[in-house]
């Protein structure tokens, strides 16, 4: 995808990048494949507790971001078009 492409080009030009996402399987591989200068870090953005969790580190481990990517996005098909989607905790 998206966030995948632009983490792989941005670390071949030499950024830093951390690459947030919610499959530690996907976050391992994408580790495994460019160690260099990707860090991983796993949550899932329809977990408030686990946003909370990835902010603190980020703030605990980097004095700054450069540049924020959001890509962060779901499909469910062409059924059911409008459809309620809501955090762990009950939040729309």
Same mark, same amino acid.
């Given at each position: 995808?998206?966030?995948?492409? $632009?983490?792989?080009? #941005?670390?071949?030009?030499?950024? =830093? /990048?951390? @690459?947030?996402?919610?499959?530690?399987?996907?976050?391992?591989? $994408?580790?495994?494949? #460019?160690?260099?200068?990707?860090? =991983? /870090?796993? @949550?899932?953005?329809?977990?408030?507790?686990?946003?909370?969790?990835?902010?603190?580190?980020?703030?605990?481990?980097?004095?700054?971001?450069?540049?924020?990517?959001?890509?962060?996005?779901?499909?469910?098909?062409?059924?059911?078009?409008?459809?309620?989607?809501?955090?762990?905790?009950?939040?729309?």
């Amino acid at each position: 995808g998206i966030g995948l492409g $632009l983490t792989r080009k #941005l670390s071949l030009l030499g950024a =830093t /990048v951390v @690459a947030i996402g919610r499959s530690p399987q996907k976050l391992k591989q $994408l580790q495994e494949e #460019l160690p260099d200068n990707v860090e =991983t /870090v796993l @949550a899932d953005f329809s977990d408030l507790d686990s946003i909370a969790e990835a902010s603190k580190y980020m703030v605990e481990h980097y004095d700054h971001l450069d540049i924020l990517v959001n890509n962060a996005g779901i499909h469910t098909g062409f059924e059911g078009i409008i459809k309620t989607w809501a955090t762990k905790q009950g939040y729309d």
